[in-house]
């Protein structure tokens, strides 16, 4: 599994193009270490070449994304910090990203935006 990520607080970068291996430990340091307020994110890039980065959402969720970038969408839904650990567990032993329950597709600009 490749990882990326972005930690604005502690100026720690992995670019979304040049993703690294990371092993399963290194994910969950990560994602623990992301601060709660800044937009800092993690990614993976599974095997299939699926995207999905997790950023917090609110004080007590993540925003979970499937990027779709031709498209200038994505597939997300929200996950608790309990959710969010075990996504990470299972897309480590090969889980499809496609298959998480409640994703919905949305632009990343919506209509009312360009008026």
């Known amino acids: 599994m490749k990882i990326f990520f972005e930690n604005y607080a502690d100026d720690l970068t992995v670019e979304t193009e040049l993703p690294l291996e990371g092993s399963f430990s290194q994910a969950i340091e990560i994602f623990h270490n992301l601060p709660d307020y800044d937009g800092s994110y993690i990614g993976f890039v599974n095997q299939d070449r699926n995207t999905v980065q997790i ?7 993540f925003l979970v994304e499937i990027p779709v970038y031709e ?3 994505s597939y997300s839904t929200l996950f608790t910090y309990f959710q969010v650990k075990q996504l990470i567990t299972d897309l480590y032993n090969g889980f499809d990203p496609y298959n998480i329950a409640g994703l919905k597709f949305e632009s990343y600009l919506n209509e009312n935006a360009t008026k």
């Open 71 to 73: 498209e200038q969408a």
């Open 55 to 61: 950023s917090k959402y609110d004080r007590f969720l």
